[in-house]
Nanobody, 125 residues
Framework: QVQPVESGGGLVQPGDSLRLSCAAS????????MAWFRQASGKEREFVAV?????????DYADSVKGRFTISRDNAKNTIYLQMNSLKPEDTAVYYC?????????????????WGQGTQVTVSS
């Protein structure tokens, strides 16, 4: 089973920006909603953002990142992005991209069946 591959994580200071990428090859991913989740040390995995697959993309964001993060996708490149601005220490986590098991963009981890290995984002001064 092909997994998506995340990249772009790193160590940044509060207020900085990062752009995460998720390379998800082929038709397996291009016809499904894709989402970003994150998991901080000792905490449960939580929803960050989701984007539909259709033109005129539907997006949804967790309240904690709304206005700071932007999810987008380029189906021609089979890539999902998460632009993260005004980063805060509480954004520190491993970030995962995931493919929805169904056609409707949702927030629950249980709605996603294919996950990447994750990329670490650390926000610290």
């Amino acid at each position: 089973q092909v997994q998506p591959v995340e990249s772009g994580g790193g160590l940044v200071q509060p207020g900085d920006s990062l752009r995460l990428s998720c390379a998800a090859s082929g038709r397996t991913f291009s016809m499904y909603p894709m989402a970003w989740f994150r998991q901080a040390s000792g905490k449960e995995r939580e929803f960050v953002a989701v984007i539909s697959w259709w033109a005129g993309d539907f997006t949804d964001y967790a309240d904690s990142v709304k206005g700071r993060f932007t999810i987008s996708r380029d189906n021609a490149k089979n890539t999902i992005y998460l632009q993260m601005n005004s980063l805060k220490p509480e954004d520190t986590a491993v970030y995962y991209c995931a493919r929805s098991a169904g056609p409707t963009p949702r927030r629950s981890v249980f709605e996603y069946d294919i996950w990447g290995q994750g990329t670490q984002v650390t926000v610290s001064s």
